[in-house]
């Protein structure tokens, strides 16, 4: 299961990321060779940046890549680290479950409102209810992470909260 998201986020973000390299590509030749740019390319980049970010959300979870402070570690015993780290996954998981409520939330009012992006007029309400479902999964990750066992944990894991 978890090469399976780790594979399918990695494309979906890598995929984003390679869309908007190469739209940018394109819009800029354009504009400098052509004198005209892609139409509604800055709004294609936004909605891309936003698959880029939150398909990568789950990844930077599972590898404990997110910003951490962790100045006080070397003073805390084990036993406190061990505790600390299972809040932190804890609380972790409690506010993205809930951000992936709002959020499916808001999609559904998006979707019933019939909101659409300005220039394109592309529906909004998949983009949110696809950085709902990232940010359920990532609450997910968090609740494993807080449940496994000492000996799971990845080399370097520990400084990573």
């Known amino acids: 299961m978890k090469k399976l998201l ?3 986020c ?4 890598g995929g984003a990321l390679f869309a908007i390299m190469a739209l940018t590509f394109f819009d800029v030749g354009g504009r400098k060779l052509l004198d005209n740019s892609i139409p509604g390319s800055l709004e294609m980049t936004e909605l891309l940046m936003v698959v880029v970010i939150f398909g990568a959300l789950p990844l930077v ?3 404990g890549e997110h910003v951490l402070f962790d100045s006080l570690d070397s003073y805390l ?4 680290l061990k505790l600390q ?3 932190i996954h804890l609380l972790m998981a409690l506010a993205l479950l809930g951000l992936g409520w709002l959020m499916w939330r808001t999609g559904g009012q998006f979707l019933a409102n019939g909101e659409t992006t300005a220039q394109l007029k592309l529906s909004k309400a998949p983009f949110i209810y696809g950085m709902a479902v990232l940010c359920l999964i990532s609450g997910v990750v968090h609740l494993y992470l807080m449940a496994r066992p000492p ?3 990845a080399e370097g894991e520990g400084a990573a909260l």
Do not use: E, I, Q
């Open 6 to 8: 780790v594979t399918l």
């Open 10 to 13: 990695g494309l979906l973000s």
């Open 61 to 63: 979870s599972l590898r």
């Open 85 to 87: 780290k299972a809040v």
């Open 77 to 80: 015993p084990p036993h406190v």
């Open 151 to 153: 000996a799971d944990l």
